[in-house]
Each structure stands twice: as structure tokens, then as C-alpha cells.
């Protein structure tokens, strides 16, 4: 099992759905333009979506406000960011935006600010 999938486990508050298709995950990707990071499509594959420690992460799912395509989609529209970047979290504060790079990074957008790294994974980003 993936440090990612105990990490959201062992969490507090943890609440997943049923995971997501191969196929749903690759119709995702296509829709973006980009391929999701290893760990990301473990999660995927695992929960679907899930929320834990206070975060509730985006994923392959009905609602439109936790999909990660909408919300991404969304998410473009107002911030500058690689084609490569898909949102794993909207904080709903200041309008602060979690993204993760298909190479795995950790980054976070506020409104006219530049893009900050975070940390090198999702399973990292858990620990802030």
C-alpha cells in the first residue's frame, strides 16, 4: 500500500468514496491535457475522492465542486499555471489553490500572487 493511501487512512475525519476506473482516471487526464502524478492516480484509484486532517481533496467524482476536471477547468480560468497542474485542493480561504504537477510537486496559488512550492508530494503536503 502507497505512503499516500495509509497516510489518508490514519488520518483524522477520514471519508472516502469507492475509487475511481482506470478508464475514468484516463478520460480525467485526456480532459486536462495532462497525465496525474503516480501517487495522485493511487489515490484515485483507491477513494475516488476523500477528505481527511482537514482537507478535503478533489477526485473522480459526481459532485462538480470536488471533480477534479471542473474544478481544475475552473481554476485556470483564474490563475497562471503549467498545462501540467491539476487542483487537489480549493481552500476556500483567500482563494488559496492547491495544485499538483504531474511530476508530483506541491504548489499553492492566492489570487495575483505567484505560484509557492509546497512540498515534493500530496503524502508531504498531509504533514503541513
Avoid at 491535457?33 to 501517487?39: A, I, N, P, Q, R
Avoid at 476536471?69 to 492547491?98: H, K, S
Wanted: charged share 20%.
Amino acid at each position: 500500500m502507497s505512503n499516500i493511501i495509509t497516510r489518508l487512512k490514519e488520518s483524522a475525519g477520514f471519508v472516502s468514496l469507492s475509487g475511481a476506473t482506470y478508464e475514468q482516471i484516463e478520460r480525467a487526464e485526456n480532459s486536462l491535457g495532462l497525465k496525474f502524478s503516480d501517487e495522485y492516480r493511487e489515490y484515485l484509484t483507491a477513494f475516488g475522492v476523500a477528505s481527511a486532517a482537514g482537507h478535503e481533496f478533489t477526485g473522480i467524482c459526481a459532485s462538480s465542486r470536488l471533480n477534479v476536471v471542473d474544478v481544475t477547468e475552473l481554476e485556470r480560468q483564474q490563475n497562471i499555471v503549467p498545462n501540467d497542474w491539476y487542483v487537489v485542493e480549493q481552500a476556500n480561504i483567500d482563494g488559496i489553490v492547491i495544485w499538483q504537477a504531474s511530476t508530483g510537486e506541491v504548489y499553492q496559488t492566492i489570487p495575483n500572487g505567484l505560484p509557492i512550492k509546497l512540498c515534493d508530494s500530496l503524502s508531504e503536503y498531509l504533514d503541513m
